[in-house]
């Protein structure tokens, strides 16, 4: 069986890694944002909604982390 300490340690980290993931998604998405309305071609559009969109799957994935971290911190106490 892990430590507490160990889990306290890592409920900590990924709670840090979810709260910089939501900064870094918010700024990514400003900036896709930011693109996206000064586009001038169907090209810098595009691109500008793949940056978007690999931001949402991006913070998905870490959220999907934090959700295995709670349900593997259930199941071990």
């Given amino acids: 069986?892990?430590?507490a300490q160990?889990?306290?340690?890592?409920s900590r980290l990924t709670g840090i890694l979810v709260d910089l993931a939501?900064?870094?998604f918010t700024l990514v998405m400003v900036y896709g944002g930011i693109r996206l309305m000064v586009a001038h071609s169907p090209r810098a559009?595009?691109?500008?909604k793949e940056l978007m969109g690999r931001a949402a799957v991006g913070l998905a994935l870490i959220l999907l982390v934090d959700v295995i971290r709670q349900l593997l911190q259930y199941v071990v106490s």
């Fill in 22 to 24: 939501g900064g870094v």
């Fill in 45 to 48: 559009v595009q691109s500008s």
């Fill in 6 to 10: 160990l889990l306290v340690m890592i």
């Fill in 1 to 3: 069986m892990p430590s």
